[in-house]
């Protein structure tokens, strides 16, 4: 079961570091606040003390599993937290980006060591427009400015870790494709014209082993990860 047990911090560095080969699969960590929250390929997490969900949850995939998928299976057990509390729909921007009005309210990392897999949700819950990153590169918005109200950060936790214990333990079993229907419907990219290391070309889909599909100028390609720029 995801969410036990929980250790709860009011500051730390990244809960990334609060969990190793030590816990059992489904320990979670969460913090108040992050002095060095991280996201992928060294680039930062940041938020106001108190604003949002940050949460670590270790996670023993089966071998036969495709571990970066992960970040996809993360990605829409946050989609659906945040669309259960805002009413509204949210999508997946491949790989790791969710997406409410074309603005990014949660990122996920998946980060492997030994054997294990620490998997990182952060969700903008409660943050103002100021107190969100101006310069990010894909613009950040947060639950409470899609909808100007504050909520509970428990409730949005709880209502994360019983998406993401439903989702794991699909694709534990039947791997990715036991949740592709529900990803292939808020697959943000999909249809939009992108740029992904220097090839431009249109996104045609998430592919059912979780790479993304484009259709460039010279020919069709799969990308199985990296970085997509994207027109608005
Ligand atoms: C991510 O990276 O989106 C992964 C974020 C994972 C955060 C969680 S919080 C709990 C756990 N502990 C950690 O230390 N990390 C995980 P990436 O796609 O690389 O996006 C990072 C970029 O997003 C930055 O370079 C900024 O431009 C922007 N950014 C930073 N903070 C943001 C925020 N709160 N909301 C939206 N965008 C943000």
Redo the contacts with the bound molecule.
Sequence with gaps: MIGSPHRHVEECE???LLLGTEHPEGAIATTDH?T??????G?????APGT?V???VLLRPPPERVAPQLSLVGGLAAAMAAEDALGLAAQIKWP??VMVDRR?VA???AEARDGVVVL???I?VNQTREQ??L????P?ASLRTVDGRERDREQVLDLLLAHLDRLYGAWREGGLDAVYEDLGARDFLRGRRVTVDGAAGTAQMITRDGRLAVETDSGSIEVESGEVAFER
């Design positions: 990244s809960t990334q992050q060095g929250g991280r996201g992928r390929r680039r930062t997490w940041v938020e949002a940050l949460v670590s790791n980006d990014k990122g996920v990392l990182g949700i952060g903008n969100l990153p310069e990010a590169r894909v950040a």
